[in-house]
């Protein structure tokens, strides 16, 4: 007699007798197995933006070089005692670029701008606002201490010190500091090539007519974008069916084109999951039972060499699964080291019970100082990845968050978008 097993209805419940690899277990593998492969090439600082940089960047001169005037004022030898004092006024003034070569007597003060270097004889400046004056004197009231109003040489950046590490990727700050202590070039990181493939039957070409069993490839423009945000560059490798042959055909393609491939769909032990069937025969790596909600299932795993990211085809799923596994591998592997992701700790503006053994992860954004999650925590809700500006973090154990609880957020940038 045929007898059909209790009805659980719940999609995201782990099947018993299957060892759930825990979230944290299954980064350190990645951690453990992967390394950088990406080559170094010098670019002008003008191209530098989101590269990272290969070796510690060494002051080449200080910031400031010279020790300048941090107002618009008047220059002297400090410091000044409290009460009123009158000085005599040097010919002459300091500006920006257009130093005042003589020494300014013990005494006397001169006129100083913004940015000049100081005068021999000067170390202290008072602001203009400050001060009186008359034809050839200057009258205002201390104390001053020595070097106020000034900025001493080298005060930012010392010459010869490590204005920024290896592994970083540069912003435009960044850009900022190189060129202010006399860098024009750097050595950075080749882009990692990241390859994206969709694989299903059932998916068409985004704009193109399409029955209504078909639906359109929403993973692959999502990924493309996240990789090209994350700094990497990614390689379109086009859609694939649910063919065996075809997909072995298209990851040989993407692991002579990339550094990493990122597949989605067919990940599951399905009928029609040639994915997860074709990494298993390829042996290494293999890691596809993630205590994780959402992004099961998720094939960790190489082909000819290339680590293989074969993400669940549900986009909310692919994306997390995607900031969550492959951001801190591609990053490693790009040069910048292993990455935690950064959050922070905010008031929940909602209530959860969350079951132990799993980590889970909530479309979120943040309103008046607290932590909003998307009503639906479908994996095929697109729309409550476009409407979150990053996701809430659970831990592994058991929880009941109730409004004001602290969760941990965790904005998209904290993932390298
Ligand atoms: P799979 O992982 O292949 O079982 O797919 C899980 C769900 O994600 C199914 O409903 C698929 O139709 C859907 N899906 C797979 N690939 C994509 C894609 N590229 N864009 C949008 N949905 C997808
Ligand atoms: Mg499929």
């Given at each position: 007699m045929l007898k059909p097993p209790p009805?659980?209805?719940?999609?995201f419940a782990l099947p018993a007798g299957v060892d759930w690899t825990p979230v944290a277990d299954a980064l350190a593998l990645l951690r453990e197995r992967l390394h950088p492969v990406t080559a170094t090439e010098s670019v002008p600082l003008a191209e530098a933006l989101d590269r990272i940089l290969a070796e510690d960047a060494i002051a080449r001169?200080?910031?400031?070089p010279q020790a300048n005037s941090a107002v618009d004022g008047y220059g002297f030898a400090g410091p000044v005692a409290e009460g009123a004092h009158v000085l005599p006024l040097a010919r002459g003034r300091a500006a920006a670029g257009v130093p005042f070569d003589g020494v300014v007597p013990p005494g006397e003060a001169i006129r100083i701008l913004t940015g000049a270097a100081l005068p021999a004889g000067v170390d202290t400046v008072v602001l203009e606002e400050d001060v009186t004056v008359d034809q050839d004197r200057i009258a205002f009231r201390g104390p001053l201490k020595?070097?106020?109003?000034a900025r001493a040489a080298g005060e930012d950046v010392a010459a010869g010190a490590i204005a920024l590490r290896a592994g970083r990727r540069l912003t435009p700050a960044d850009l900022a500091l190189l060129a202010a202590v006399g860098i024009g070039a750097v050595p950075v990181r080749e882009r990692l090539r990241v390859a994206v493939i969709s694989t299903g039957d059932e998916l068409a070409e985004p704009g193109q007519p399409a029955d209504p069993g078909k639906i359109y490839d929403a993973n692959r423009p999502m990924l493309l974008g996240l990789i090209r945000r994350m700094g990497f560059e990614p390689r379109d490798m086009g859609r694939v069916e649910d063919d065996r042959e075809a997909l072995r055909a298209r990851l040989d393609h993407a692991a002579e084109e990339a550094d990493v491939i990122l597949t989605s769909g067919g990940?599951?032990?399905?009928?029609?999951?040639h994915v997860s069937a074709l990494l298993r025969e390829s042996?290494?790596?293999?890691?596809?039972?993630?205590?994780?909600k959402p992004g099961r299932p998720l094939a960790l795993a190489m082909w000819n060499g290339r680590p293989v990211f074969?993400?669940?085809?549900?986009p909310v799923a692919a994306m997390v699964c995607t900031l969550v596994f492959a951001y801190p591998a591609m990053a490693l592997m790009a040069g910048m080291g292993w990455h935690e992701p950064q959050g922070f700790d905010l008031p929940a503006a909602f209530e959860k019970r969350k079951k132990p053994g799993r980590r889970e992860y909530l479309r979120a954004r943040i309103r008046n100082g607290r932590v909003e999650v998307f009503h639906s925590e479908g994996s095929g809700r697109i729309s409550g990845l476009s409407w979150a500006t990053g996701l809430v973090e659970l831990d592994d154990g058991e929880r009941h968050i109730r409004p004001g609880d602290p969760v941990r957020f965790i904005p998209w940038s904290g993932f390298g978008l």
């Amino acid at each position: 007699m045929l007898k059909p097993p209790p009805l659980r209805n719940d999609c995201f419940a782990l099947p018993a007798g299957v060892d759930w690899t825990p979230v944290a277990d299954a980064l350190a593998l990645l951690r453990e197995r992967l390394h950088p492969v990406t080559a170094t090439e010098s670019v002008p600082l003008a191209e530098a933006l989101d590269r990272i940089l290969a070796e510690d960047a060494i002051a080449r001169r200080s910031n400031p070089p010279q020790a300048n005037s941090a107002v618009d004022g008047y220059g002297f030898a400090g410091p000044v005692a409290e009460g009123a004092h009158v000085l005599p006024l040097a010919r002459g003034r300091a500006a920006a670029g257009v130093p005042f070569d003589g020494v300014v007597p013990p005494g006397e003060a001169i006129r100083i701008l913004t940015g000049a270097a100081l005068p021999a004889g000067v170390d202290t400046v008072v602001l203009e606002e400050d001060v009186t004056v008359d034809q050839d004197r200057i009258a205002f009231r201390g104390p001053l201490k020595k070097g106020a109003n000034a900025r001493a040489a080298g005060e930012d950046v010392a010459a010869g010190a490590i204005a920024l590490r290896a592994g970083r990727r540069l912003t435009p700050a960044d850009l900022a500091l190189l060129a202010a202590v006399g860098i024009g070039a750097v050595p950075v990181r080749e882009r990692l090539r990241v390859a994206v493939i969709s694989t299903g039957d059932e998916l068409a070409e985004p704009g193109q007519p399409a029955d209504p069993g078909k639906i359109y490839d929403a993973n692959r423009p999502m990924l493309l974008g996240l990789i090209r945000r994350m700094g990497f560059e990614p390689r379109d490798m086009g859609r694939v069916e649910d063919d065996r042959e075809a997909l072995r055909a298209r990851l040989d393609h993407a692991a002579e084109e990339a550094d990493v491939i990122l597949t989605s769909g067919g990940a599951s032990a399905g009928d029609e999951d040639h994915v997860s069937a074709l990494l298993r025969e390829s042996g290494a790596m293999q890691q596809w039972r993630i205590a994780i909600k959402p992004g099961r299932p998720l094939a960790l795993a190489m082909w000819n060499g290339r680590p293989v990211f074969g993400l669940p085809g549900n986009p909310v799923a692919a994306m997390v699964c995607t900031l969550v596994f492959a951001y801190p591998a591609m990053a490693l592997m790009a040069g910048m080291g292993w990455h935690e992701p950064q959050g922070f700790d905010l008031p929940a503006a909602f209530e959860k019970r969350k079951k132990p053994g799993r980590r889970e992860y909530l479309r979120a954004r943040i309103r008046n100082g607290r932590v909003e999650v998307f009503h639906s925590e479908g994996s095929g809700r697109i729309s409550g990845l476009s409407w979150a500006t990053g996701l809430v973090e659970l831990d592994d154990g058991e929880r009941h968050i109730r409004p004001g609880d602290p969760v941990r957020f965790i904005p998209w940038s904290g993932f390298g978008l």
